[in-house]
């Protein structure tokens, strides 16, 4: 299983972009790496997912290292409502190891 | 498109006892997979379903089992509960489970076990 590395905790200021650190040096060669994030009382939601090249959505960007052995969630623009607990994963045919994830706190 | 939907939401049980909770994945989902999140384990992986099958299995006891039937919803049971059983659980549905795509979480069932 890929065991993923994230620090504890990190801030950041509204309108700012954060960069989310993510080690998985466990990583296997077909092993995609997700993100997700959870509010207070609800269940994990998707943020962005992919397996070797740099990718973007309308939520975020993913950079990955080219050893694939790290990689960063970038929210462009951080609001308050990207408050929540990030989950970086390395997920293989239906089984994902999840980590403890990182909580973010926006500042307004 | 309807969301994952787990039922119940909440539940409370006595130890000893056993309990089934149900997971309805998005239409035309074929995956489910099943986790437990509690305060000082996190996420844990349970199982996956895929076509009714068990697929894949995380390192739980035989008291915790499930289930898919053929319109790819899915039961988890858990029997003897422990008190250590407390926990949030979560099930997520995917097309076919591929990491290519992305899974999609229900709200979870709150099972507190006194």
């Known amino acids: 299983d890929a065991k993923t590395t994230q620090p504890n905790s990190m801030e950041s200021n509204e309108e700012e972009p954060v960069h989310l650190p993510c080690n998985h040096s466990?990583?296997?060669?077909?092993?995609?790496i997700h993100w997700y994030r959870q509010l207070p009382s609800q269940g994990p939601e998707y943020v962005i997912h992919?397996?070797?090249s740099n990718v973007n959505n309308r939520m975020a960007s993913l950079a990955i290292a080219e050893d694939r052995k790290s990689s960063t969630l970038i929210l462009h623009r951080a609001t308050l409502r990207d408050a929540a607990v990030y989950y970086c994963?390395?997920?293989?045919?239906?089984?994902?190891?999840f980590g403890d994830g990182t909580t973010l706190t926006v500042k307004p | 498109k309807a969301g994952v939907t787990q039922t119940p939401r909440y539940l409370i049980k006595t130890r000893g006892q056993q309990v089934t909770l149900s997971c309805s994945p998005i239409?035309?989902?074929?995956?489910v997979s099943w986790y437990q999140q509690t305060p000082g384990q996190g996420l844990q992986f349970l199982f996956e379903?895929?076509?009714?099958?068990?697929?894949n299995k995380g390192n739980f006891p035989g008291r915790f089992s499930g289930r898919q039937f053929s319109n790819s919803r899915s039961e988890m049971n858990v029997s003897t509960l422990e008190l250590g059983d407390s926990a949030l659980y979560l099930c997520?549905?995917?097309?076919?489970?591929?990491?290519?795509?992305?899974?999609?979480f229900g709200q979870g069932t709150r099972l507190t076990v006194v």
């Open positions: 994963i390395g997920t293989n045919a239906g089984k994902s190891t």
């Open positions: 379903y895929f076509s009714e099958t068990q697929r």
């Open positions: 992919g397996l070797t």
């Open positions: 466990t990583i296997s060669g077909t092993d995609y």
């Open positions: 239409s035309g989902h074929r995956s």
């Open positions: 997520a549905s995917s097309p076919s489970g591929t990491a290519k795509l992305e899974a999609f």
